[in-house]
């Protein structure tokens, strides 16, 4: 992964997070959605409006991302999704995060570099590489 696309990738979660806080802040104004009225109520909130924008410009980025590399080791990186989600949910909305969360998501991060690094294995000390899941051997 180059770092414009690396770059890029980060824009496209930060947009992600900032469109779930959005809505976030603008249910909670809202309040619980319990029928189809109240959905429709809560999709004219301006806050809920501007999370999904941040949506669909975070879609087409990580679409742009897609598009130079495999699925099997972008997606993963979205789950930095939680973490930085976590860290806007703690500062914007007051929500609480304990010790245990913290370990779960440092075990996600844990995950994301194993598959980061992953793409950039070398090839077996006698030059070939070592089969893949689901390769024939």
Known sequence: MTLAMFGTLLIALALGTAGNTFM???LNRHGQIESIA???????????I???????V???????VMSKMPL?????????????VTISARYFLGEPVNAMRVVG???????VVLVGL??????AGNGTAMPQVGEHV
């Open 24 to 26: 976030k802040m603008g």
């Open 38 to 48: 109240s959905l429709f109520g809560a999709l004219m909130q301006l806050r809920i």
């Open 50 to 56: 501007i999370g999904l924008g941040f949506f669909v």
């Open 58 to 64: 975070s879609s087409m980025l990580y679409l742009t």
């Open 72 to 84: 099997s080791v972008l997606y993963p990186m979205v789950a930095l999704n939680y973490i930085f």
């Open 105 to 111: 998501l440092s075990v996600i991060v844990a995950g």
């Open 118 to 123: 992953s793409q950039q294995s070398k090839p």
